[in-house]
């Protein structure tokens, strides 16, 4: 396995630059998930490692070797895609031996590898029948084989489960993840599915509009996002964030905004006084916020919109001026629309965002 290098990339289509000035390391035996809207420029960087594109500018390093010039046969990067592309008229058996054949590997090596993969990926018993006598997952499990055999030095995979229902996306989820324990693979992995990318990945590549936003573990991405964007792209149900002005009276820092004001704690002043001018955007996942119903010394009155109870808790979207505001609570509760309710928020985890630059600004 090896570690993959961006350094400057640069992917542009014609006047239109899909991939901006892209620089990250994936480690060796890392697995790296590259998430992010639609048309943010996720498949395009991967099939710039893959080869299939051309790189305007920059390079792609793989195993300490730039990659930009090589054929993409002779890059040593196996790519799964979320059609499996298996040929339907091959057997498992042969649809997993194939890229061997096709690289004149001698015929008990080929068996030999085969069935190694085959057993790693729980589809022995499925090695003499053909796609179309196969399972969604099962041929999802198939063409990672595929991949398997011929031990590249990267895995690239794009949106490798979007074909499959939501039972089995969660199952394959997980196997997905033990096959990259056991392997110690070094996996690139595509998805606009930020839930996917937080539970598999060691590290995120959050991306929007060709820019890559933040690279970090998921747990930093979800704790401390970057900017507005990551702050609203990862977690779900997504982070509230709330315009305010900042306001200085006497010494104690206030947000202000459209019909409500929130004393500011010392921690969460000393960032708003940092703001580049006058405005921020409060950033408060749905965990952080308390509902009153009576009125409540510094918290934010608001109405209920509606109520979602999903099992194990409620969400209640209450509307803050024009803004929606959700706030997770015990099922038990007994919320209504239309009721007044007083948010409180827990100041420790209170994110403060500038709003002109849209970046987080991180407490001392
Ligand atoms: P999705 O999740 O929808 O697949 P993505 O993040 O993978 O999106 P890309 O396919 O990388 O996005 O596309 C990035 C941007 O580049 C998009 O705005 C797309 O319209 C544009 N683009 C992609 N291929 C071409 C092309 N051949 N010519 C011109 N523009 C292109």
Not at 46 to 68: C, K, P, S, Y
Not at 131 to 156: H, I, K, M, N, T
Not at 229 to 245: E, I
Request: glycine share 6%; aromatic share 6%; net charge negative.
């Amino acid at each position: 396995m090896a570690q993959v290098e961006f350094r400057n990339v640069v992917k542009t289509y014609g006047a239109f630059e899909a991939v901006k000035d892209v620089s990250f390391t994936v480690g060796d035996g890392e697995f790296v998930a590259l998430v992010g809207p639609s048309g943010c420029g996720k498949t395009t960087t991967l099939n710039l490692i893959a080869g299939l594109l051309d790189i305007t500018n920059g390079e792609i390093n793989v195993g300490g070797r730039r990659i930009n010039d090589l054929d993409p046969k002779d890059r040593d990067i196996a790519m799964v895609f979320q059609n499996y592309a298996l040929y339907p008229n091959k057997t498992v058996r042969q649809n997993l031996g194939f890229p061997l054949k096709m690289r004149k590997v001698a015929k008990p090596e080929i068996t030999r590898k085969v069935e190694e993969a085959a057993a790693l990926l729980d589809i022995t018993h499925l090695l003499e029948r053909r796609p179309r006598e196969l399972s969604g997952g099962q041929q999802q499990r198939v063409a990672l084989g595929r991949a398997l055999v011929r031990d590249p030095q990267v895995f690239l995979m794009d949106e490798p489960l979007s074909n499959l229902d939501a039972k089995l996306r969660v199952q394959m989820r997980a196997e997905l993840k033990r096959f990259h324990q056991d392997l110690n693979a070094t996996v690139i992995y595509v998805t606009h599915d930020q839930l996917e990318a937080m539970t598999m990945a060691d590290k995120m590549a959050v991306m929007s509009g060709g820019v890559l936003q933040q690279y970090d573990a998921p747990e930093r991405v979800f704790s401390e996002p970057a900017n507005l964007f990551v702050a609203g792209f990862v977690g779900s149900p997504a982070m509230n964030l709330l315009p305010a002005s900042v306001e200085d009276r006497g010494g104690t820092v206030y947000a202000v905004g459209q019909g409500w004001e929130l004393p500011l704690s010392p921690r969460n002043a000393a960032c708003a006084k940092k703001a580049s001018g006058s405005e921020i955007v409060l950033g408060a996942r749905h965990s952080t916020l308390l509902l009153h119903d009576t009125e409540t010394p510094d918290a934010i009155p608001a109405k209920i919109y509606t109520v979602e109870p999903t099992g194990d808790l409620t969400y209640a979207h209450a509307e803050v001026d024009a803004k929606t505001i959700v706030i997770s609570t015990d099922p038990q509760r007994r919320i209504r629309a239309d009721q007044q309710v007083w948010i409180e928020i827990d100041q420790e985890r209170l994110h403060i965002f500038d709003a002109a630059t849209e970046e987080r600004i991180p407490p001392d």
